[in-house]
């Protein structure tokens, strides 16, 4: 591999932020064909990186250097259109496509007249031609608002290839995919590598990183603290390499479950497609973590929309303390102790505008805690914050940091401190670990299992079974809009709820695993 010739170098890239160095140093080199995981903690500099390579932040000190006709040639820092140019794509990752617009005019958009109609049969050609090649499968002709979030990232994917682009560059690009996508997007990945194209890819899940990369490097505090060939590597070495020591797992103690806080009765709700369910019977006791398994989209999102207020049954009823809530309003259920980790932490999660202390307060600034007479209590407020960042571990400058500046997985921390600081007697977890690093995601199981046994009840949605086993006492499975009863964790294996959740029965799926 390190044979192939050079397609990128970084060479000492500093990056500051005020006091705080982000970037320190750092030197890479990433050849032809190769794909490289880039890993560490959250706050780590990963994403700095990246966006120095891109031209969206400039550099302090450092080159990045581009293989092209004269050899290695250094970007003019600060200049997306430069590395566009160089055969640099990017694939963020929040996506920036426009919604309205079909995936094929999203591709052809920005680099030619989208009402060139001799020019759209070429596009589409050379288009199809690059899905063939990589097995980006997509239907180009459908409005972006229309497809799925996998089906996005694939049309970001081919825009960036459609400029030629040499090195492709995805920040945590697995994050928001269903393990089944992510697995698709990897098959296209290590087609583009043989094909020659060079790949960064940034991801905390080691499983992943272990199976498709070539190279790993490592970032702590900024600095590169190592790099792995991935052949040689394993969890340990690179747990090591980023937290500098392993990571301690967590035990989940037996529950000892008490009355029903919150029960969906008979409910059906007719949703957009991946919302809809049918006749959903929930119970959820204090002091119990239920696990809810399923396919993305068979009615997840319908269900954290109903206890979250969000979504009102069509039919059925919702119970809150055995009181009616079917039509509660979100901060009606708030204000009830009912507390909810957003799946999507950009768009639900915080106000970026806004800083730590007042995004931590967000929920509950009509609350006695934080009013005096009537005004804003600034100092509770800040007390708050600053004890959430510090038991929280959330990494910014301090609680009047704008929340817009934290890393992606601080941010996750800061919900999560919002959510569980207020000691709630329900608590919806919708992907609770989605990009916190290794070590951050244990001590989030820790603080749900605490939460549990303080007497909350919790349900945890999440794609990834390894947080299911590690946090339920019970399971459900989702398949199709109809929610099916697995029972006690104990009893239960992967190969039964996996056969659950591809609609097999209970009984039947446990005689065949
Ligand atoms: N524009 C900015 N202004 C001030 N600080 C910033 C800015 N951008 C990033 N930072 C800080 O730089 C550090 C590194 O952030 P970065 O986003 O690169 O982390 P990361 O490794 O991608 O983390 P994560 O895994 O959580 O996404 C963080 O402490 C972050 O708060
Ligand atoms: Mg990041």
Same mark, same amino acid.
């Given at each position: ?16 932020? @005020? ?12 050849? %032809? ?20 390579? /891109? ?47 079909? $995936? ?19 596009? %589409? ?60 997007? /990897? ?47 394993? %969890? ?25 806080? #919150? ?15 049918? &006749? ?28 979250? &207020? ?22 009606? #259920?708030?204000?009830? $102790? ?31 805690? /934080? ?26 400058? @301090? ?8 890393? @992606? ?64 006492? %019970? /399971? ?21 709820? @996996? ?15």
């Amino acid at each position: 591999m390190t044979d192939a010739p050079v397609l990128l170098s970084l060479q000492n890239i500093t990056k500051r932020f @005020g006091a705080l160095t982000a970037n320190d140093g750092i030197s890479l080199d990433l050849h %032809r064909g190769e794909i490289l995981a880039l890993l560490g903690e959250n706050g780590a500099g990963k994403t700095t990186l990246m966006n120095i390579l /891109f031209g969206h932040y400039v550099q302090d000190e450092g080159d990045v250097r581009v293989l092209g006709d004269g050899g290695l040639t250094a970007l003019p820092p600060g200049s997306p259109g430069a590395a566009l140019k160089a055969g640099i794509g990017m694939v963020h990752q929040h996506f920036t496509l426009a919604e309205n617009l079909s $995936g094929l005019a999203n591709i052809r958009l920005g680099t030619e007249p989208l009402l060139s109609f001799g020019r759209e049969g070429a596009a %589409r050609a050379k288009v199809q031609k690059i899905i063939a090649e990589s097995g980006l499968d997509v239907d180009l002709d459908r409005r972006v608002a229309d497809l799925t979030v996998g089906e996005k990232q694939r049309i970001e994917i081919l825009k960036a290839l459609y400029r030629d682009a040499k090195v492709l560059i995805l920040d945590e690009p697995t994050a928001v995919l269903t393990p089944q996508e992510a697995d698709g997007l /990897f098959v296209v990945l290590r087609r583009l590598a043989a094909n020659g194209l060079g790949v960064i890819f940034i991801s905390h899940k080691l499983g992943e990183v272990l199976a498709v990369s070539h190279r790993i490097l490592v970032l702590r505090g900024g600095k590169k603290a190592g790099e792995l060939v991935t052949a040689d590597a394993d %969890r340990r070495a690179i747990a090591d390499l980023m937290v500098g020591k392993a990571v301690a797992a967590v035990v989940r103690t037996p529950a000892s479950p008490g009355d029903v806080l #919150l029960a969906l009765e008979n409910v059906s709700l007719h949703g957009a497609s991946g919302r809809s369910l049918s &006749g959903v019977d929930l119970k959820l006791r204090a002091g119990e973590v239920v696990g809810l398994a399923g396919v993305s989209g068979n009615g997840q999102s319908g269900i954290a929309g109903l206890i979250s &207020g969000l979504a009102v049954p069509t039919s059925g009823t919702m119970r809150l303390y055995g009181e009616t809530v079917t039509r509660a309003d979100p901060r009606a #259920l708030v204000a009830n $102790g009912v507390a909810r980790m957003p799946e999507d932490r950009q768009h639900d999660g915080v106000v970026g505008t806004m800083s730590v202390a007042d995004n931590i307060a967000i929920e509950e600034v009509r609350s006695a805690a /934080f009013s005096k007479m009537g005004f804003l209590d600034r100092k509770a407020m800040r007390e708050r914050a600053t004890a959430a960042i510090a038991g929280y571990d959330v990494r910014c400058q @301090g609680p009047d940091a704008e929340a817009r500046l934290l890393s @992606g997985g601080n941010v996750q921390k800061l919900i999560l401190a919002r959510v569980l600081e207020r000691g709630p007697r329900v608590i919806l977890a919708n992907q609770p670990t989605r990009g916190l690093d290794v070590g951050a995601q244990a001590e989030v199981h820790r603080r749900i299992l605490a939460a549990r046994d303080r007497g909350a009840a919790v349900l945890v949605i999440s794609e990834d079974l390894d947080e299911l086993f590690a946090l339920a006492d %019970r /399971f459900v499975v989702v398949h199709a809009g109809e929610l099916h009863d697995a029972g006690p964790s104990e009893g239960l294996d992967r190969g039964t709820i @996996g056969l659950m959740m591809a609609g097999q029965s209970h009984a039947r799926a446990e005689m065949a695993s």
